[in-house]
């Protein structure tokens, strides 16, 4: 299919760009655990309460990070014109959107697991699901952040006062996700007797499965001229 | 101010509303649990009732636009998201209001409320969107969009809210509705219902006199 | 979704912990509603002059 032809092209290209520029990768890595640092600061000294709320330090830091990361996709592009020049090639507007998606989707997971490690050591939080729907969970959120994220950074990149448009525009749409997200995290870490993960991990699949088509679907109103 | 019939519906509507709100506070019964309290319903259930009216037809108004291209249709979508953004903020302040005499804080995580708050914080990035960017189609094309995404996100929103709460909230119970209560109630429904009218026609005429000064620059 | 049951979501049943009987508490819900309602009509009545309409 020509759709999942072109999107694979677009992903590639992405992910070139990412390697390219890995020093500004690593520098959101960076970023996203300095975040961690300063939660455990403004926490305070209370141990339990540090771990209890780890799931949402870490969520919080991916959300964070996801505005540099989601940013710097679309620096480029705006840059020297180069998503014009993609749609002449021609290449789909919803192609675009689905290689960029993944490809900031991939950045976030990445940006995720670095954390983890710090997780362990500074809040002391072990999974005790195990690491398996740990890394289920940080996918899940990750896909959710990612398509309303490549959807809003391109319209923010157009217009003025991109740096603060895009958190403005952002933040309320993906309260859902980092609601399950934060909340099917703590599942994993504290413990899950009762078999809620499922169902939190339902919402975050419903949530990606809506704002990918529309996404999708949408793309085009944003890149046309 | 000739042909400007919303003016008429917009004045017999806050008639509506004064009475209502007059019948609210002194006339109705005192309701079971909520007491004097309970009277806000009067004045927060029309209003709640108003802001899913103005989003949704936000909502219409973006894909109107999307689909055809005629700029009443973006017109439709300004004035709902203005509108919508200033009566979510007060349905928020009212329903603080009651959660401060009820439970003695400031805020309470209903998932109602909470789902308002956070489509007034969509809204009015979207408001925002709308100022930063200079080219009228432009402007009304991603604003479309970004209303869009946003309408299709409050299911979801009322939904994870209501999942994370319902681990700590106790029974729900019902009010029972006495039958002068729903009357009064549903007057000032009515009453609301047409004061959104003269509000949104009103910036509808608005939208479409500074769409007409832009064009003649 | 009914007015009614619209109306009786926002019964909760948490304990109360009102002192009074709540009437200070209208009084300023229905003064913010009115500010609200009034301020936005002549916001729009003084654009509205502003742009011609």
């Known amino acids: 299919m020509e759709l999942i032809l072109e999107s694979r092209a677009v992903l590639a290209k992405e992910l070139l760009h990412v390697w390219r520029a890995r020093a500004r990768l690593v520098a959101t890595g960076t970023f996203a655990l300095a975040t961690l640092l300063l939660f455990s600061f403004a926490g305070g000294l209370n141990d339990a309460a540090l771990r209890e709320n780890s799931a949402g330090y870490l969520w919080i830091g991916i959300l964070l990070a996801s505005t540099l990361a989601l940013g710097e996709g679309l620096r480029v592009e705006t840059e020297h014109n180069a998503i014009e020049m993609l749609l002449l090639l021609p290449v789909s507007p919803a192609a675009i959107f689905y290689g960029k998606a993944i490809g900031n989707l991939l950045v976030l997971l990445l940006v995720g697991i670095v954390m983890l490690p710090f997780l362990t050591v500074l809040f ?83 949530f990606c499965v809506v704002h990918w088509s529309v996404g999708g679907l949408l793309y085009s109103r944003v890149v046309e001229d | 101010m000739k042909g400007r019939w919303e003016l008429i519906v917009g004045a017999v509507g806050g008639l509506g509303l004064l009475a209502g709100s007059a019948l609210g506070l002194w006339w109705a019964p005192q309701e079971r649990f909520m007491l004097e309290t309970g009277r806000i319903l009067y004045v927060h259930v029309p209003t709640a009732w108003l802001s899913m009216i103005l989003f949704t037809a936000a909502f219409v108004g973006s894909i109107g636009w999307l689909v055809k291209r005629r700029w009443g249709f973006d017109f439709l979508s300004e004035a709902s998201v203005e509108a919508g953004v200033v009566l979510g903020c007060l349905l928020s302040v009212q329903g603080s209001i009651w959660a401060h005499w009820t439970w003695n804080t400031w805020w309470a995580w209903d998932p109602r409320l909470t789902s308002v708050a956070v489509m007034v914080l969509s809204f009015l990035g979207i408001l925002a969107l709308r100022s930063f960017v200079d080219d009228p189609e432009k402007r009304a094309t991603w604003s479309a969009t970004a209303t869009i995404v946003a309408w299709v996100n409050v299911p979801f929103v009322y939904l994870c809210v209501k999942w994370m709460r319902s681990l700590h909230q106790g029974q729900s119970s019902v009010a029972n509705i006495d039958p002068d209560m729903g009357k009064v109630l549903l007057l000032n429904t009515v009453a609301v219902t047409l004061v959104a009218i003269y509000f949104v026609v009103t910036r509808w005429r608005i939208a479409n006199a500074v769409h007409q000064r832009e064009f003649a620059e | 979704m009914t007015l009614l049951s619209l109306s009786a979501a926002f019964a909760q049943g948490m304990p109360a912990m009102h002192t009074d009987d709540g009437t200070s508490h209208m009084v300023w819900a229905y003064v913010a509603t009115a500010v609200v309602y009034l301020g936005y009509t002549v916001f729009l009545v003084v654009r509205g002059h502003q742009e011609k309409v």
């Open chain 1, 124 to 206: 002391d939080a072990t999974p005790t699901e195990g690491v398996g729907p740990l890394l289920l969970c940080l996918f899940a959120g990750s896909a959710a952040i990612s398509a309303p994220g490549t959807l809003h950074a391109t319209l923010a990149a157009r217009a003025r006062s991109r740096d603060v448009l895009l958190p403005l525009l952002l933040f309320p749409l993906v309260i859902p996700c980092v609601v399950a997200a934060v909340q099917a995290t703590h599942l994993v870490y504290a413990g899950d007797p009762m078999d809620q993960l499922g169902s939190w991990l339902g919402v975050l699949f419903a």
